[in-house]
């Protein structure tokens, strides 16, 4: 039974839209009432982070198309678990929506026990896309990530990492980075990307993966050195970190996202008025630009791409999941 989440069918997200009204039904007349009171956003993590930031951004976007406040309240624990599971509780009429990261997959593969799945939302809208990851080590460590593995290796002893929990991206890029460079590799999990880079400005650990925001002003400081970029291609605000690809290893591409969703059963018209909202302000001119700076790429889908995305984001976390041998918690 301790592998059954493991094993869910790639297809997960494509049944829940069959189940789910909100994906599956034709779409509906336009419900000229909605919104009809104030829209509280739900994010799963700390004031200050990335998502935070972003969801106040988008906030104000939405507010001008919708015309009702977006509210952001902010409902951190267990890495985005006690936000997301107070959504899929929620009454399902579009006034309740979930603004989350990747953890939401992550945490449907490594978690065992959930109050919730993934057909207890509705998913509106993939809102963006980041670089991946940056490798962030100390300054007095190897100066590239070849010499920091041939270290390790030499000193016969495990490299340490820092994640920002178990189930994370930073936790599960690290067991990608393991089995991609086949160097043991020991996890060791922090509560957020604060303590975890306090870690290794420390020298508890020898390195953590953080978000190219979250990192430079550390780089710019020489607090710390960053070794490589875990997505597929050089990020614009730090051209000069080449990514994992680059550096020859061709199985090591990881990227993080967010995402929006509703509980499930929301009426049709009111995930698709909400997914054209959405769509708007990501390429609007006070959002677009806001995500560039945050080192992402700004996306805005229909639900079903978004569904597909999901899908095979499953896909992708169970499979690095089984490669590391890593069971649900």
């Not at 026990?113 to 998913?123: E, N, V």
């Not at 980041?130 to 080590?137: E, I, N, P, Q, R």
């Not at 957020?192 to 993966?209: C, E, I, K, Y």
């Not at 875990?230 to 690809?245: K, Q, S, Y």
Request: aromatic share 6%.
């Amino acid at each position: 039974m301790a592998c059954t989440r493991l094993l869910l069918p790639i297809s997960v997200f494509m049944l829940t839209a069959a189940a789910n009204p909100a994906l599956a039904q034709p779409k509906a007349a336009s419900d000229a009432g909605y919104p009809s009171r104030p829209i509280r956003l739900v994010v799963p993590f700390t004031a200050g982070s990335t998502l935070d930031i972003m969801a106040r951004v988008m906030g104000e976007s939405l507010s001008s198309g919708l015309g009702q406040p977006v509210v952001t309240d902010n409902r951190p624990g267990a890495n985005g678990i006690v936000g997301t599971q107070i959504v899929a509780k929620a009454p399902a009429d579009g006034h309740v929506m979930l603004l989350a990261t990747g953890s939401f997959t992550g945490n449907l593969v490594m978690v065992r026990k959930l109050s919730y799945t993934a057909a207890d939302f509705a998913p509106i809208s993939l809102i963006a896309q980041s670089f991946g990851l940056v490798l962030a080590t100390h300054p007095g460590n190897p100066a590239s990530v070849k010499e920091l593995l041939a270290a390790a290796r030499n000193r016969n002893a495990p490299l340490t990492y820092a994640s920002s929990g178990y189930g994370n991206m930073t936790h599960v890029v690290g067991e990608l980075m393991r089995t991609a460079t086949n160097t043991p590799l020991t996890h060791v999990p922090f509560q957020g990307s604060a303590p975890a880079l306090t870690a290794v400005l420390s020298r508890q650990v020898d390195m953590t993966f953080i978000s190219t925001v979250a990192v430079q002003p550390y780089i710019r400081e020489g607090k710390v050195r960053a070794l490589a970029l875990t997505g597929g291609r050089r990020a614009p605000v730090l051209p000069d970190i080449p990514t994992f690809r680059e550096l020859g290893y061709a199985d090591f591409e990881m990227t993080g996202w967010y995402g929006m969703w509703f509980p499930a059963r929301t009426p049709a018209a009111r995930v698709t008025r909400m997914s054209t909202e959405v769509q708007r302000a990501v390429k609007s001119a006070a959002l677009g630009p806001r995500l560039e700076e945050l080192g992402l790429v700004a996306e805005g889908t229909t639900p079903e791409a978004f569904a597909r995305f999901l899908a095979d984001d499953l896909a992708l976390q169970q499979r690095i999941a089984r490669q590391a041998g890593i069971q649900p918690q």
